[in-house]
């Protein structure tokens, strides 16, 4: 079992940033890629951005390219998630999750945080 917190939400204005945080415990936090996903109010939840085991590869949705950073800090088992240049459309609860092999669907990871809520005002 991985347990997962996040941590680093909250209101921001349009613009700004803030850098998520997600705590793993449990197995080896070096073996599991990593990556962050979020739910607006009656959407689907969604890919954001994932990265792999080793932190050499990473992966982004068109929509938060180039604004969206997502990188690992393993002697932390802690992965972390800065977003600069927020819109109004981020606001969403953002969701850690880890899986074995690096995906970008919901369904490829096996170990889900609570969620951590991220409101960005216009």
């Known amino acids: 079992q991985v347990q997962l917190v996040e941590s680093g939400g909250g209101l921001v204005q349009a613009g700004g940033s803030l850098r998520l945080s997600c705590a793993a415990s449990g197995r080896t936090f070096s073996n599991y890629a990593m990556a962050w996903f979020r739910q607006a109010p009656g959407k689907e939840r969604e890919f954001v951005a994932a990265?792999?085991?080793?932190?050499?590869?990473?992966y982004y949705a068109d929509s938060v390219k180039g604004r969206f950073t997502i990188s690992r800090d393993d002697a932390k088992n802690t992965v972390y998630l800065q977003m600069n240049g927020l819109k109004p459309e981020d606001t969403a609860v953002y969701y850690c999750?880890?899986?074995?092999?690096?995906?970008?669907?919901?369904?490829?990871?096996?170990?889900w945080g609570q969620g951590t809520q991220v409101t960005v005002s216009s």
């Open positions: 990265i792999n085991w080793s932190g050499g590869s990473t």
């Open positions: 999750a880890a899986t074995v092999r690096v995906g970008v669907v919901a369904y490829e990871y096996d170990y």
